[in-house]
Structure formats: C-alpha cells, structure tokens
C-alpha cells in the first residue's frame, strides 16, 4: 500500500523544489523503496507545450511523448525512475477533464463546483500513481502557498491526509529566510505566516526545509520548531550547496530527512546505499581539468530554456572528472568577417534546439567553423537542421537549400515536414554498424526521445551520402534519417532526437560523454594562445 509524501512551497518561488524533491526520491530509492514522483502545477495551460521557454524553461518531453514541466528532468535525473504523462498535471488538464466528463453527462445532473469535482479530480491523479509496485509517491505542489490558484491542490491534499490516515501522509513544507545585513540576523516571520497560511488550509506540515544563505542557530531551529508546530529535529537546514546541486541529497541525508520520512512511515530502515552517488560528486566536484563547451542559440544565456542539456553536459563531464564550462555564443555573433570572442577558448561546439529563420545566418556560420577547423559539433533538433542545410549549401553546392518551414519556396527543400507529423517521445533507431554512433552507444538498436516536425528530405540523402555526409541512424525501416556524421571529421554528429532527456547523474547519456572525450582530446591539441 503507497505512502503519500507531499511538498509545497512558501514564502518566495523558486525555491528549487524540484532538486529538493528529487533528492528526496533518490535518498528513498537508497533505502530500497519503490517510487513515483508527479509534479502539480497551477497554471491554466493544459500542458507547457504552448509556453515560452523564456518564462517557464525548457518543455521536457517523456518516453509516452508528454509535453511536461522541466521539474521531471530533475526527477529522472536523479532518481533513474521514469515519468510518464501521469506525471505533470496542471490546473489546465485538471479542468479540461472534468469539463469533458460534465459534457458527456458523467455527473448526472449535479452541480459541477471546486470541492468536490475540481479536487476529486486532483486527488485521482495523484492515486493513479500508487500501484500495487509503488511504496512511496512524492507529489510537488508548484507554486507558493497563498497564490489564489493552487488553493484546489492544497484543499485536495489536506483531504487525501484525512482518508488515507496521518501515518500514511507526510507534509514537507519549504520556506525562506531571509537575511537581513543590516541587522546580520535572519528572519523567520516569512516562515511563521507561510505555515500560518498552511495550518488555516487545514494543513500541518511534519518537516520544514528552510532555504537561507547562512547556517541555522539553534536558536533559529527552536524559534522555528515552537512558531511553526514542527519537532526541533524536522527542522532542515538547505544552504546554496557549493559545486552541484548532485550534493543536496547528501546534504538531507546528513541532517537524516529519510530517517525521518522512514520513521513517520513505520517502514523498514536499511541502511542507505550512497556509495556509487558519493563517487559520481566526487567527480564532479575534485575534477582533474576543465572542458570549455560553446552552446550557439537566441537563448543560450538563459540555461532554463536548456535546462536537461546544461546537465547532460556535466554529467559527461562527471565520466571524465572534468567541469565543464559553458560558454553562450549568441547565434548572431557569427556573422561575416566576426566571431565571438571566446570561439578560441571553447573545445566544442553545440547547437541545440529551437531558434528562428533570424538566428539562421548565424548559427549555419557556426557549423561551418566547426567543420572546416575540425571542432567537435554536436548538432540536436533545430542543429541538425543546421548541420544538413550547411553542408548543402556549402559541399553540395545547393546555395539556396532551406527547410520549408523556414523558406516555403526554397528551391532545394532539403528538410521538409514530417510525413507524420510531429513527432513526439520515444522512437526506435537503427544504427550503421561501423558508424561513430554504433562505436559510442556499442549498439545498433536504440531508442531516444523526440520532439520534431522537419525531416531530412529523402529526395536530397543520395546527393548529401555522394558528397560524404553518413546518414548513420534512420527509423528501423531504414528511410527517416534521425543521425547524420562527417567521417572525415574528427567528431561531428547532428541527431534529431534529443538525448539530453535521457542522460542521468548515475548514468550519462553515452552521446555526451563521447562529446567531452573529444573536447578532451581537442583541447591536448589545440591549447588556447
């Protein structure tokens, strides 16, 4: 039967839930439980598909091809359990369902209102998730407590505490305290009224977790403890950790979260398994060199528009005890006759997705450095685009080659739209045996997630093959083209998928870790001047 852990957030946002609840997962997973995480979100979006990446972050997509929030990256990160669409919920898809249910008569008849519609709605998606397989499901409340819109999610998790029974329930609730310099002192009122607003709701929380940029008194842990009705010891100190946020798991388990969490639940105690997770800090944290790695995008100074890509690169550079640097080269930076500044400093180069027909120019420029100076190049999404569209403009001889997203009217469409349609989640792909990929993943089969409408335009492959591109990985019938290479190159690789959703702190995705290889042995031989 599944134990229910809840967490909310007060005070102030952003206060890194998502890592918070992560590490809890993966503290739990070291004690042997089985888990779920669903992240619930406010917002009347059905799903973050359709909002900015520039307000929200990146949209992380699931093996089921959900269009989720970017908090289940940080779940399958770091406790290597998947998600699903199961697995972000927001108030959006809350009443779209009931809503369709109310048009299809369902209620027969009754008066549709918040309680208790709206909130039934809620607490079965979160009971969808507690299978017979599952001990613990760990739901995260997006938001902060006392915004308007997040009131239904609170009010159905207060009564999911009444029917499954306070020893099956746990509240943890994140707070602020801010310091103030003047006075040198930090503040704990925020906290007391955050907890206020709580209790009101009909929730006590049974663990606190102060974010704050100083240490705890004791004197702070027992003001907090009295004023906001939590035991001296449930009260848990998270400091901005120093390195990597892979260190707040062992931060919790210092100050014993998961012994708390074991003890409210009566369950078993094993001791926890951290070993091969202390390793993978250490890497990170003592490495033996530093790998500089040029991200070209519109968006490349904003890294929560590329959130699971920042962290796939430093887990492949975790593989090799190296920090990896990364360095934003604004795609227009690349332009006739200039380039960015820092271009002599990085060892590899990258183009991610997304980007418009302005920033066009500019990355195909970038391409075409990497190419013709032997940079590493990875190219993911929209960057594969570039790789092709480069290459056939400029090898090929194609000089107007476009996608037709881009140029409807291009002459030489050499990307064109999916026969399909968009591609969403999980697909398989067949690798040539003797290509790059087939050496870097020691397969041929494979499967990685998707989020594209453009292809590589069949007409055009013969063409690109005959000038000495390897169309290396296409669908299992051989005719999609999701991996292109350049043999000729020292490492050059643009996919259309997207591996960065697949890559863990554990187990980084094999595609990055070979991209750090090669700046490694780059940078041996191309030492800045």
Known sequence: MAHFIFITGGVVSSLGKGITAASIGR??????????????????NVDPGSMSPDQHGEVYVTDDGALADLDLGHYERFTGQPTTRQSSVSSGRIYWDVLQKERRGEYRGHTVQMIPHITDEIKASIRALAAPDVDVVLTEIGGTVG?????????????????????????????????????GE??????????????????????????????????????????????????????????TIHEVPLVLAEQGLDEIILVHFRLP???????????????????????????????????????????????????????????????????????????????????????DADGLVGRLAAVRHARETGLPFLGIGRGFHCAVIEYARHVCGLTEANDTDTAPDTP????????????????????????????????????ERHRHALELNPAYRPQLEAAGMVCSGTDPAGHDVQVIELPAHPWFVAVLFHPEWKSQALHPHPLFRDLIRAAIHHRSHHPPA
Not at 29 to 44: A, C, V, W
Not at 419 to 445: F, M, N, V, W
Request: include cysteine; proline fraction near 8%.
């Open 27 to 44: 503290l739990l997973i070291s004690r042997g439980l089985r888990i779920r995480m669903l992240k619930m979100d406010p917002y009347l």
């Open 147 to 183: 915004d308007i819109e997040g009131l239904p999610f609170l009010e159905a998790i207060r009564q999911i505490g009444l029917e499954e029974g306070r020893e099956r329930v746990l509240y943890i609730h994140m707070t602020y305290l801010p310091l103030i310099r003047a006075a």
């Open 186 to 243: 930090l503040k704990t009122k925020p906290s007391q009224q955050s907890v206020a607003k709580l209790r009101e709701i009909g929730i006590v929380p049974d663990v606190l977790v102060c974010r704050s940029e100083q240490p705890l008194t004791q004197d702070i842990r027992r003001k907090l403890s009295l004023f906001c009705n939590v035991p001296l010891h449930a009260v848990i100190e998270e400091l901005d950790v120093r390195h």
């Open 269 to 355: 105690r094993p001791p926890a398994q951290l070993a091969d997770w202390r390793a993978m800090v250490a890497a990170i944290t003592q490495p033996r060199g530093t790998v500089r790695i040029g991200v070209v995008g519109q968006r490349a100074e904003l890294p929560d528009t590329h959130k699971s890509l920042h962290e796939a690169l430093r887990h492949g550079g975790g593989a090799h005890q190296q920090s990896v640097e990364i360095i934003p080269l604004p795609a227009g930076d690349f332009t006739a006759g200039k380039a960015p500044a820092r271009l002599p400093e990085i060892n590899a180069l990258l183009i991610p997705d997304g980007g």
């Open 412 to 447: 030489h469409p050499v990307l064109h739209a999916a026969p399909h349609g968009e591609q969403l989640g999980a697909k398989p792909c067949a690798l040539k045996p003797d290509s790059l990929l087939a050496k870097i993943y020691g397969a041929t089969r494979i499967s």
